[in-house]
């Protein structure tokens, strides 16, 4: 693959993810503004693909592109950036661990998860859910009541991330896996046979 077909399919596979972007589903049991979407499946397929650094560069483009597209509902792009930390996470650990081995096993996938949740919680707990309370001028009482109104097990903002956000991102980190590797794999098998060929 040259640079330009590399550049142009991150540029196509950040254009699909942001309008999947769009297609939002609320989870039961969680807070309104916690969804799941498939936008990072073509994120998935360009670290599968192309690597790692790829599929980060398309959760980079597809944040960008929403935030000038549509802002954010906060003023300064928080949702974005913490859009773009998970899924480059969630793709680059997964893409960087098969481009290495060139297979993907069961200690691929826990270390994968396992690092996702770790970063996501300290990444909540110190930066994105402050930042947004502090932007949306909310006191942490204030703030905490979308938590408790979703597990009555909420008393304070730890338990808020342990309890709400990091069981949301393990479903979200599942979700992604689960539907964008095989679709990956499948589309990788088809570029290798097309380069055979050629």
Partial sequence: MTKLQRMTAIGILA????ILY????PLPF?????TLDVSDIPALIGAITMGP???VMVQLLKNILEYLSHGSYV???INQIANFLSGALIVGLIGGFYHYQKKLNWKSFALSITVFLTAMFFLNYYFILPTIMNLLGLNMEQYLTSFTEANPYVTDFRTAVLLVIIPYNLIK???VYAVGLPFSFKLQRILQKRRLIA
């Fill in 15 to 18: 254009a699909i993810s942001m």
């Fill in 22 to 25: 769009f297609f939002k589903v």
């Fill in 30 to 34: 969680f807070p309104l503004f916690l």
């Fill in 53 to 55: 650094i790829a599929g």
């Fill in 75 to 77: 003023g300064l792009p």
């Fill in 173 to 175: 980190i599942l979700f």
